[in-house]
């Protein structure tokens, strides 16, 4: 009797809980609710700049890693901190799209903020800018060693930043024939 009891309530528990593969995965319904709930994040400094067609792309790659790592969704939906490990999957998706593609320059320094500074023409197309944003990549990665170096030179040094200015108009001249001219002011104060 002790047998059939246990063999029913494991059959019970198999088949409320789901022991297939097939209930492991997520729902097409529970990864757009997930996704939902990434619009939250639109407004962080790296996704401000993105297309709603790469937001889509970077929300996916966000419910993917969650997925794996969560396999059964009612787990990762009721965990206590259920935000704050959304949040971390964020910034580890940010981290690694910036160490996987440096062309995402253009969301360190975005196209507008370079026309306003002169550096770009206005009216670039995407063919256009993506040919500047992959020279510039290409020159940050022979000039910093690793990401890590390149964001502490960044945040550290205004040095960097003047490198970064150097590498952004030695593009916009070689692609685009666009000179860029920067005049100094010379400050004086009276008695001089």
């Not at 009797?1 to 088949?15: D, E, G, H, I, N």
């Not at 709930?37 to 067609?53: H, I, K, W």
């Not at 160490?99 to 256009?128: F, K, Q, S, W």
Request: glycine share 4%; hydrophobic share 40%.
């Amino acid at each position: 009797m002790r047998k059939v009891s246990m063999f029913v309530l494991t059959l019970a528990v198999c088949m409320g809980v789901g022991c297939s593969k097939e209930r492991d995965k997520w729902s097409e319904k529970e990864r757009a609710e997930l996704r939902g709930e990434l619009d939250a994040y639109r407004e962080m400094a790296y996704l401000d700049n993105l297309a709603d067609e790469e937001f889509d792309d970077f929300s996916y790659d966000v419910v993917d890693a969650i997925e794996v790592d969560y396999p059964v969704y009612t787990t990762f939906v009721e965990m206590p901190g259920k935000g704050d490990t959304i949040q971390v999957y964020v910034v580890s998706t940010i981290v690694e799209e910036l160490r996987a593609d440096a062309h995402n320059m253009r969301n360190i320094y975005p196209y507008p903020e370079l026309v306003a500074e002169g550096v770009l023409p206005p009216g670039l197309n995407n063919r256009a800018q993506r040919e500047f944003y992959r020279c510039l990549a290409n020159k940050v990665d022979s000039y910093y060693t690793s990401v890590a170096d390149f964001f502490n030179a960044i945040l550290a040094d205004t040095v960097a930043t003047s490198t970064m200015s150097q590498f952004q108009r030695d593009c916009a001249s070689d692609l685009f024939d666009w000179d860029i001219t920067i005049e100094e002011v010379t400050v004086t104060t009276e008695g001089e």
